[in-house]
């Protein structure tokens, strides 16, 4: 599918960054037998505690204006951006650390994970570390330095993993697990900043208030709505995590374990596409191609993606085991549910940047608001009624909501209303119908 694109632009872009990512992300996937034999169970079931508050706080710490950032009209407006996302970035890192400092077991006890008191230092530091290093990436994605950014998603991998499985040898646990990841998700910001004060000096020094006042009163509309679409959004993916930590001992950790390994062709492919997809998409819009490059897309990636998924869902229970050890079986359960939920994210997530190219942020907030709601209700409804696996009312809900998404987005950039579009969606899902049936009669017998 993708051989129409081959010495396109378009693809060495996105291969620069798929290998990169790939061999960050291999990284990890090794380390992680040797990681679970280091760090408990608990001690995973902390550090998706941790980053469910990294992350949701961090996606909102630049308040959106950093996604602004490639969109942008002018370079101008771009680099106004990029101060006000820093400056944001740093406010909300510093407000944070002022605030738990003062009283840490009040918050731990009101998170449920009193655990968490003792690293909310850490939890501040990530904050910056992931919202400086959003910002600086999509500045790199405007210049379309994918190679730059290529080595930093390929160099934090190694350094994070490093200093986790090092950290943890030495038995400084769980302060390992929790630094090294997060030195995984953003340790790549201090090049990326070095290269853009290195090559981008003119336009640093065009930065005035004046301007930065200007430009956030054009792109208020980010604050306002993008803002409340991210929080609702990974506030849905993160925070059904923190509620099945605080109610089923050891279940959030083989969860966390379980997306790790199965968010990989998200991480990989997903993320490199949407990056090279964003930058092409004022381009798009103004030749009328939208819709193509789009269904080209999607198409490309439900040919990549949907198969080898649903093998490694049936590989999984085995797999785990043997790899990891008796104490994983249930992270294998969990990747053999997860793999509808998989599927449609990794179809619907690269293509989500069309909602603010269209200008369509309050669509984008009701959804994601929508998806939050749903995943949450979900996970406090199986708590109330005692699921056994609590993680099979988060992984239904989530996979509902992208299926909701894929549509959404697909609508916004023309492509719903293509006949090819509709044959490909009822394509993977008689796919996905399959699995389910296979793997219902396998667990029955």
């Not at 910002?135 to 210049?143: E, G, P």
Request: hydrophobic share 55%; aromatic share 10%; charged share 10%.
């Amino acid at each position: 599918m993708f051989k129409r694109f081959l010495g396109t632009n378009f693809v060495r872009d996105v291969l620069k960054l798929v290998a990169s990512v790939g061999m960050g992300r291999l990284l990890l996937l090794a380390a992680l037998p040797l990681a679970t034999q280091l760090y408990s169970p608990q001690e995973f079931e902390l550090l998706a505690v941790f980053m469910a508050l990294v992350t949701t706080i961090s996606v909102i710490a630049c308040l959106r204006l950093d996604i602004a950032i490639p969109v942008a009209q002018s370079d101008d407006q771009a680099v106004h951006l990029l101060a006000l996302a820093l400056s944001c970035a740093t406010g909300v890192a510093l407000l944070l650390l002022t605030a738990t400092s003062v009283a840490p077991t009040l918050w731990a006890g009101l998170i449920g994970a009193p655990e968490i008191g003792r690293y909310f230092w850490l939890v501040a530091l990530g904050v910056f570390v992931a919202a400086t290093y959003s910002a600086l990436q999509f500045w790199a994605v405007r210049a379309r330095r994918f190679t730059e950014i290529a080595r930093t998603r390929a160099s934090q991998a190694f350094v994070g993993t490093t200093c986790m499985l090092c950290l943890g040898w030495m038995g400084l646990s769980p302060l390992g697990l929790l630094f090294g990841t997060l030195l995984t998700v953003g340790g790549g910001g201090g090049y990326l900043l070095w290269q853009t004060l290195r090559r981008d000096q003119i336009a640093l020094k065009s930065v005035t208030a004046r301007g930065m006042r200007a430009t956030f009163a054009s792109f208020k509309r980010y604050a306002s709505l993008s803002a409340p679409e991210a929080l609702a959004n990974i506030a849905g993916i993160q925070m059904p995590i923190v509620i099945i930590a605080a109610s089923a001992d050891g279940e959030a950790g083989q969860l966390f374990l379980a997306m790790q390994i199965m968010s990989a062709p998200i991480v990989v492919v997903g993320f490199s596409i949407s990056q090279v997809y964003a930058s092409r998409l004022p381009e798009a819009q103004a030749d009328g191609t939208l819709a193509s490059l789009t269904q080209q897309l999607l198409k490309g990636l439900a040919v990549m993606g949907v198969l080898p998924l649903c093998a490694l869902g049936f590989l999984a229970p085995f797999v785990m085991v043997a790899i990891f050890g008796p104490d994983w079986e249930l992270s294998g359960t969990i990747m053999a549910l997860m793999v509808p939920w998989m599927v449609l994210q990794f179809l619907s997530s690269p293509i989500s940047f069309v909602m603010m190219s269209t200008d369509r942020q309050l669509s984008m907030f009701a959804l994601t608001v929508f998806g939050g709601l749903l995943r949450i209700a979900a996970v406090a409804y199986a708590v109330q009624n005692g699921f056994d696996l609590i993680s099979i009312a988060y992984i239904a809900s989530s996979a509902t909501f992208y299926l909701i998404c894929l549509l959404t987005y697909a609508h916004a950039s023309g492509t719903l209303r293509r006949p090819d579009f509709g044959l490909m969606l009822l394509a993977v899902l008689a796919l996905l119908a399959v699995y389910v049936t296979v793997l219902a009669s396998l667990v029955l017998q």
